[in-house]
T-cell receptor, first 114, second 113 residues
Framework: ETGVTQSPTHLIKTRGQQVTLRCSSQ?????VSWYQQALGQGPQFIFQ???????GRGNFPPRFSGLQFPNYSSELNVNALELDDSALYLC?????????????FGPGTRLTVL | AQSVTQPDIHITVSEGASLELRCNYS??????LFWYVQSPGQGLQLLLK??????LVQGIKGFEAEFKRSQSSFNLRKPSVHWSDAAEYFC???????????FGTGTQLKVEL
């Protein structure tokens, strides 16, 4: 069984640029969630995708957007990067259903905005 | 609003000593609670979870946690800590209709040899 994978591992961008982060969900999982973890903080929920539709969103501006593909993999796109966007971005996959909400996390993508 | 509080930012214990990490939550409905561990530069690994039933739950690596509804707590325990347990530990509650984990700010555990 393949776990959650994310790419790239590290990324350096400059302010104002755009970035795309990728996530492959664990085999059999149809739901993907994205979290932002700033240094010294707990992860903050960005949004979740289920069956290619956004299924809940946290307190993040619209320049944070996402996609989910038919194979359940997902992308996180961030436009007009700001210095405060520097963080570890975590992807988590899970099965839908009321008793199947355990989320399995990938290793994360470390984004640095200069 | 839902929230999770981990009162201890840093904890240092000696190898072989017992450990208890505190977690308090604020959530109106029956909570689904989790403990995750994060090693430096790594993602999150699930240690254990509470959905319902027995309030004492067992997890991986010898960890256990006890759900106490009256105290809104879900404290993590281990009877004997190993040096490899040094990491950051996060408590989380599932909210938003089941699609969002709300995390605490974490407790950094240091193990002295």
């Amino acid at each position: 069984e393949t776990g959650v994978t994310q790419s790239p591992t590290h990324l350096i961008k400059t302010r104002g640029q755009q970035v795309t982060l990728r996530c492959s969900s664990q085999s059999g999982h149809n739901t993907v969630s994205w979290y932002q973890q700033a240094l010294g903080q707990g992860p903050q929920f960005i949004f979740q995708y289920y069956r290619e539709e956004e299924n809940g969103r946290g307190n993040f501006p619209p320049r944070f957007s996402g996609l989910q593909f038919p194979n359940y993999s997902s992308e996180l796109n961030v436009n007009a990067l700001e210095l405060d966007d520097s963080a570890l971005y975590l992807c988590a996959s899970s099965l839908s259903g009321p008793r199947r909400n355990e989320q399995f996390f990938g290793p994360g993508t470390r984004l640095t905005v200069l | 609003a839902q929230s999770v509080t981990q009162p201890d930012i840093h904890i240092t214990v000696s190898e072989g000593a017992s450990l208890e990490l505190r977690c308090n939550y604020s959530y109106g409905a029956t909570p689904y609670l989790f403990w995750y561990v994060q090693s430096p530069g790594q993602g999150l690994q699930l240690l254990l979870k509470y959905f319902s039933g027995d309030t004492l739950v067992q997890g991986i690596k010898g960890f256990e946690a006890e759900f106490k509804r009256s105290q809104s707590s879900f404290n993590l325990r281990k009877p004997s800590v190993h040096w490899s347990d040094a990491a950051e530990y996060f408590c989380a509650v599932l909210t938003g209709g089941g699609n969002k984990l709300t995390f605490g700010t974490g407790t950094q555990l240091k193990v002295e040899l």
